[in-house]
């Protein structure tokens, strides 16, 4: 039989990327700041508009846009997680057409200038109350996927950069004829991480986790295992990250990390009759590239694997 000639659609989705909204709170004196950049992604019954135009069922992406402004001001925002499931509810159990809503959200960290984080309130001290520098550390992300029926709720970090000076070897691997790495008994271990886990919360679910507190928590122990872990590859503190995750934190079932190998060359300094040891403080080239890049999936026993293998636009 010859192919069909007919084009059909596929898989389809549309909605309004990268909303900045930055909601205000006051205390009084003191200010909050929350930060995010929202992109709302709706799919359902959208055959028609595709096929002949008819916009009967489409929501337009200028509304998805105001709705975030506005649920921002409305029900304030208390984490991404929570801004998320409003508006994934609010697009799906509102509109006839729409089947599933997908909420990204990436949020930026503020800290008070002049007053390391705290929320000072002391008289006269009205100045830090307000001023705020971004927070150069990393981007927060979160996914949340409602179907009607089912939640799927990511959350993740990107661009979190640590570096241990010590403590780090790699040897014992394969060695072919283009091998020419020589083996580490001592080296730097740099990564940038890139990290995205998945909640087991459903909406059902008494147990609604503190969302911003479980993010600090998860956060917390892959720095510690970063920091704690003697390493002999790249992997096995990969690893070590994950485990800590899903073994403190009973509501994450899955961890998946990407995270490149920031590679640390010792810098020949013979030409000009100097010495160069990681033993007793090296000098070294920071590489951009090219770097390995190490990445998997740490799972709670029986769990499944959800996160997708590529996280880049997660
Ligand atoms: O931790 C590492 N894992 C590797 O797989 C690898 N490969 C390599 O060249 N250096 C390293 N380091």
Redesign the pocket.
């Known amino acids: 039989m010859s192919p069909s000639r007919k084009a059909v659609l596929g898989q389809n989705q549309y909605g309004k990327a990268e909303t900045r909204v930055v909601k205000v709170t006051r205390d009084g004196s003191v200010h909050h700041i929350k930060d995010l950049n929202v992109s709302v992604s709706l799919s359902g019954d959208m055959d028609e508009v595709h096929y002949s135009g008819s916009n009967a069922n489409v929501l337009p992406t200028d509304t998805t846009k105001n709705t975030v402004f506005a649920f921002a001001r409305e029900h304030g925002i208390d984490s991404a997680e929570q801004f998320g499931i409003h508006l994934a509810r609010h697009f799906v159990t509102g509109q006839e057409a729409i089947g599933t809503a997908r909420i990204r959200i990436e949020e930026y960290a503020w800290d008070r200038i002049g007053a390391s984080g705290s929320d000072s309130r002391t008289a006269g001290a009205d100045e830090i109350n307000h001023s705020f520098v971004r927070n150069g550390r990393e981007i927060r992300t979160a996914q949340i996927t409602f179907d009607g029926e089912n939640w799927e709720i990511l959350t993740g970090l990107k661009d979190l950069t640590v570096l241990n000076s010590t403590n780090?070897e790699?040897w014992g691997?394969v060695k072919d004829r283009y091998t020419t790495?020589p083996e580490a008994y001592d080296r730097i271990?740099a990564t940038d991480v890139s990290a995205c886990w998945r909640h087991n919360w459903t909406s059902d679910d008494e147990r609604s986790p503190d969302w911003d507190s479980s993010y600090q928590q998860a956060r917390r122990h892959i720095l510690e295992a970063f920091a704690e872990t003697y390493?002999?590859?790249?992997?096995?503190?990969l690893f070590q990250m994950g485990s800590r995750v899903v073994e403190n934190l009973p509501e994450i079932d899955e961890i998946r990390f990407s995270l490149p190998?920031n590679?640390h060359f010792l810098v020949d300094l013979e030409p000009f009759g100097l010495t160069n040891e990681n033993a007793d403080g090296g000098v070294y080239f920071a590489a951009d590239r090219p770097y390995?890049l190490?990445e998997a999936t740490v799972l709670r026993e029986g769990a499944q694997q959800r996160i997708p293998v590529d996280m880049t636009n997660l």
């Open positions: 780090s790699f691997y790495l271990l390493s002999l590859s790249l992997q096995q503190t190998n590679h390995g190490i």
